[in-house]
């Protein structure tokens, strides 16, 4: 199995900022990308930022200029740092990857557990 753990969520004020961080595990060929998808009630998962494993990146309207994905390929890790959060903000973010276990499988999509951003006004 693929395990995804994701670490630096917490409450911060409006105009603040957090890092996010997730860190994949288990057997692990290859990485194709890492992202981050935020969800609230009621709502879809919606995608926030991705990376390939050649470092491309794409990011939602909202979060470009403010949230930066940075991937560290040697660890399986990609982090997000969001600055000049806002309310709307607030939101279970979760992180994703998508991995080739073996050299003859095929990739698949994991998710991590979610980790609570909630930004006050």
């Known amino acids: 199995q693929v395990q995804l753990v994701e670490s630096g969520g917490g409450l911060v004020q409006a105009g603040g900022s957090l890092r996010l961080s997730c860190v994949a595990s288990?057997?692990?060929?290859?990485?194709?990308?890492m992202g981050w998808y935020r969800q609230t009630p009621g709502k879809q998962r919606e995608l926030v930022a991705i990376?390939?494993?050649?470092?491309?990146?794409n990011y939602t309207e909202s979060a470009k200029e403010r949230f930066t994905i940075v991937g560290d390929n040697a660890r399986n890790t990609v982090y997000l740092e969001m600055h000049s959060l806002k309310p709307e903000d607030t939101a279970v973010y979760y992180c994703?990857?998508?991995?080739?276990?073996?050299?003859?499988?095929?990739?698949?999509?994991?998710w991590g557990q979610g980790t609570q951003v909630t930004v006050s006004s």
């Open positions: 288990g057997i692990i060929f290859s990485i194709k990308t």
């Open positions: 990376i390939s494993s050649g470092g491309r990146t």
């Open positions: 994703n990857a998508v991995v080739k276990r073996f050299s003859y499988s095929n990739y698949g999509d994991y």
